[in-house]
């Protein structure tokens, strides 16, 4: 992190936290390298754990997504 620490977690940001804390091993991989989630298991994720599945919580996971993906390797 660029401050030296962390930002706090808010708590509109805890399910979708948990969710990517939940499946973030669950990645696809092809000739070029990792390719990102599995879509499939992060939707199942929120139903597991009885969440509403809405766009705003789908795209605060591909947040995460994608600065996992800026940062695999380094």
Known sequence: CPWGRAPALQP?????WNIFQDIKT?????PAGVIG????EMRQAIE????YRSRSL???????ER???EN???
């Open 26 to 30: 669950q990645l696809r991989a092809g």
């Open 48 to 51: 597991d754990l009885g969440l």
């Open 67 to 69: 600065e996992l993906l």
């Open 72 to 74: 695999v390797g380094k």
């Open 12 to 16: 509109v940001n805890f399910d979708a």
């Open 58 to 64: 789908e795209q605060k996971i591909k947040a995460l």
């Open 37 to 40: 989630l599995d879509y499939q």
